[in-house]
């Protein structure tokens, strides 16, 4: 057992860094759970493809607001705190939330501002908890814990939390929230046994001018080619991709006929390929170029929105989800780390919210079209729209790809 556990979590990432991967996985499930449960709630609430879109647009709309400011603070405060408050707050909004649910008090409206308020708790705290990693592990130890998380985000928020809060939500509308809240309680005292090492900080990184941090990140990440590029691909990525998986829950039950259960359970099937994509990823990352790499992933991506336009079967997308799981663990895990090893530790907070910024901004905007879509042409049609965007993204940032491989920091 001590093997496995020194092969899976080496000891030397630390105490503090298996303080973090486990209220990481944790929170995780939980936001797994609520992945699932949130869109059936709205679909319970209302058949509106674009009020349904909107539930979308609220877990998405905050991170676009917000991000720019959570880095800022998490380069300037101490960021485990940061994760602390920001999760109390979450989990003051998710004890709200079933207390509704069991009163019967819930409206659309108000189920939309809780998801939104939710959403703006998690906005600071991911933007802080990101930026920890790099200060508990050494730099070449990145690519193990950013694997390590990522397999978290994997088979905890994708594989076993969806089906796990559709099934929740079967039993009772309030039981998946209420799981998340008990996750995002144990998450809160595991962070709380966190010790950073001290950081010393720049004046000026200290001063109040707000706006002049934000500008300074904003500028190493336009100055550096290969985060530059990263962030442009996330933005136009997430445009299309936003448009698509915004009505998500809907293709499901229309296009594919699943119920409650089938939704959860094809997000499972995403994770399950990410599984797949974590245990490739070495082998890959080894023998193709990072800007080889993109260039497939994205091509992958393009593919995954004609596949599921074009098919009413279950097994088919089943199989689809598959390899899109894969495609997102092996991209995210990749520009994560490139990020991280290029990124000075004092701008880790406000360059990591500039990327957050761009695929917020993409999922945003593309869930607006997205539900338009699908109330003009059905369910299928943010699909199309989502195949035709990529396939002339692709085209245009063929070359741009490449620089990924040439400057990493």
Not at 23 to 48: E, Y
Not at 228 to 256: D, K
């Amino acid at each position: 057992m001590i093997t496995v556990v020194e092969r899976v979590l080496p000891a030397r990432l630390g105490t503090g860094f298996r303080w973090l991967l486990a209220s990481s996985w944790l929170t995780n499930l939980g936001d797994g759970v609520a992945a699932a449960a949130g869109p059936l709630l709205i679909a319970t609430l209302t058949r509106d493809p674009l009020m349904i879109s909107l539930a979308a647009l609220v877990a998405w709309a905050p991170p676009l607001v917000f991000s720019l400011y959570a880095g800022v603070l998490s380069d300037r405060h101490d960021r485990r705190v940061i994760v602390l408050v920001a999760n109390v707050a979450r989990a003051v909004v998710l004890a709200a939330l079933v207390v509704l649910l069991m009163t019967g008090d819930l409206t659309v409206a108000t189920a939309l501002i809780a998801l939104t308020l939710r959403s703006v708790a998690e906005v600071f705290a991911d933007n802080a908890t990101a930026t920890l990693t790099p200060m508990l592990v050494a730099r070449d130890d990145l690519v193990v814990a950013n694997a390590r998380l990522g397999t978290g985000f994997i088979t905890l928020n994708q594989l076993a939390g969806p089906p796990v809060g559709a099934a929740l939500f079967g039993l009772g509308l309030a039981w998946p929230f209420a799981a998340q809240l008990l996750l995002v309680a144990a998450g809160i005292v595991l962070v709380s046994r966190i010790t950073l090492p001290p950081r010393e900080r720049p004046a000026a990184e200290r001063g109040p001018d707000t706006v002049r941090a934000l500008v300074e990140g904003f500028g190493w990440t336009v100055r550096h080619a290969a985060v530059r590029t990263l962030a442009l691909t996330i933005l136009i990525f997430n445009f299309t991709f936003g448009a698509a998986w915004s009505v998500l829950v809907l293709y499901t039950q229309e296009q594919l006929g699943l119920g409650a259960v089938g939704f959860g359970l094809m997000t499972t099937i995403g994770g399950i390929g990410g599984l797949i994509g974590t245990g490739l990823y070495g082998a890959v990352t080894r023998r193709v170029s990072l800007g080889a790499l993109m260039r497939i992933g994205l091509i992958i991506e393009t593919l995954t929105h004609l596949g599921l336009a074009l098919t009413r079967s279950p097994w088919v997308a089943g199989g689809i989800f598959l390899a899109f799981g894969a495609h997102a663990f092996i991209w995210g895990t990749t520009s994560v780390t490139v990020r991280q090893r290029a990124v000075p530790h004092e701008l880790q907070g406000r360059v990591g919210s500039v990327n957050t910024v761009c695929t917020y901004a993409g999922l945003v905007v593309g869930s607006l079209i997205g539900g338009v879509l699908a109330t003009r042409f059905g369910v299928a049609a943010p699909f199309w729209f989502a195949f035709a965007g990529s396939a002339v993204f692709v085209v245009l940032l063929w070359r741009q790809l490449m620089l990924i491989a040439h400057e990493q920091g």
